[in-house]
Every structure is written in C-alpha cells, then in structure tokens.
C-alpha cells in the first residue's frame, strides 16, 4: 500500500513568488490534514479536510495560504506570496474514517524563501 | 489550552542502554496520546498511541510508554536502544473535536554513541 506522497520535496523561491505544494494521501482516506514545522519549532496543525471539505482551518497562519482538496482526493496548499516566515517543512498526513485517530504521514515538502 | 512540553530538547545514549523520554501535557479531558519518531529524510511514523484502557501501552520497534494521569505525563521507554534508534521523537495529543487536530511538542533528539 503506497504510503502518503508529498510534491516537491523540496522548494526554493524568493520572497513574493507564489508555491503551491502537493499532497497524494493514502487511497481511501477521507481526512486529511497539513502541519508545519518552522525553524526546528513545534510542528504546528494547519488544517484538516474531510473529504473536500475544510473541517478545522484554524491554524491557517493567514490569507496568503490556501488550502483546497478536489474531489476529496488529491491536497494542494498555495502560498501566495510567499514570505520570509514562511520556510520551514510542510507535512500532510492521513487517516481513515472518523473512528480512527491515527494519521500517517508524507515525508514533507522542505520550503525555503529567500 | 492544549499543549504538550518535552522537556529535553536532546539526549545521548550510549548503544545497550536504557532510554526514557519525558512528555507532559496539558488537556482538559481524557487526551489522546501519541509518540512519533522522525528519522532523516523520513516521514512522522507512529510509534504507539494511549487512547483508554491499559496505561502502559505497547509500540513498534521495542517502545512502550505509560500514561500517568496525575502527573499529566506520558513517557517513552526502551529498554535497551540501538544505534538505528538515532532520529527525533514527538510526543503528541490529539485535540480539537474528535481529536483531529494534533498539538505537538517541540521534539527531543536522540543521539547514540557506540
């Protein structure tokens, strides 16, 4: 079973360009979520879908960041523009289901703004 | 609010040895627990979770942690490492309305010396 798939694994742009980073979950996962970890922090909750809908977006940071799940398959998360505080690691993780707390996690897509 | 405190943001063990990795939490209900372990270049991978039941729960790779509700800590063992065990480790609780929404703490590195 193919495991949570992140794209790219790694990003580099300036500040003020736009990245969009991409999450395949686990197949017939109906959560999904995004966490971010800044400069060696606390990995920190972004938000979390089920299926296409966005059920708990409050660790969205701010209206630059946008979230979107089509279809309740496939994630994006657009940052635009991109900022200074913005670098850091972007993890997605998975689970199944609403009874099942267990989320599993993609390797992480590594931004740096310069 | 919710949150969770690991206490030592590094530790050296010597191969052979024992290991104990402190974790605190602050949650108002029943939490659900989690230990994660990062390796490089690796995704989160779940270790063990405590949601109910026996408070010294079983994990992968020869970990087990024992929740201690009085002392609102939830603590990682091994009894004897091995250099492979060498990565960062997360202790987690899950919040937010069904426990979606996982609150990490800050990580702690485990280094391993020979």
């Known amino acids: 079973e193919a495991g949570v798939t992140q794209f790219p694994s790694h990003s580099v742009i300036e500040k003020g360009q736009t990245v969009t980073l991409r999450c395949d979950p686990i197949?017939?996962?109906?959560?999904l979520y995004w966490y971010r970890r800044v400069m060696g922090k606390e990995i920190k909750f972004l938000l979390h879908?089920?299926?296409?809908?966005?059920?708990?977006e409050s660790g969205m940071p701010n209206n630059r960041f946008l979230a979107e799940r089509t279809g309740g398959t496939y994630s994006t998360l657009k940052v635009q523009p991109a900022e200074l505080e913005d670098s850091g690691v972007y993890f997605c993780?998975?689970?199944?289901?609403?009874?099942?707390?267990?989320?599993?996690f993609g390797p992480g897509t590594r931004l740096t703004v310069t | 609010a919710q949150s969770v405190t690991q206490p030592d943001i590094h530790i050296t063990v010597s191969e052979g040895a024992s290991l104990e990795l402190r974790c605190n939490y602050s949650?108002?209900?029943?939490?659900?627990l989690f230990w994660y372990v990062q390796s490089p270049g690796q995704g989160l991978q779940l270790l063990l979770k405590?949601?109910?039941?026996?408070?010294l729960v079983q994990g992968i790779k020869g970990f087990e942690a024992e929740f201690k509700r009085s002392q609102s800590s939830f603590n990682l063992r091994k009894p004897s490492v091995h250099w492979s065990d060498a990565a960062e480790y997360f202790c987690?609780?899950?919040?937010?309305?069904?426990?979606?929404?996982?609150?990490f703490g800050a990580g702690t590195r485990l280094f391993v010396k020979a």
């Open positions: 993780a998975s689970s199944f289901g609403g009874s099942s707390y267990e989320q599993y």
């Open positions: 197949s017939g996962h109906d959560n």
């Open positions: 879908f089920v299926k296409e809908s966005k059920q708990d």
């Open positions: 949650y108002g209900a029943t939490p659900y």
């Open positions: 405590y949601f109910s039941g026996d408070t």
């Open positions: 987690a609780v899950g919040a937010g309305t069904g426990g979606f929404k996982t609150i």
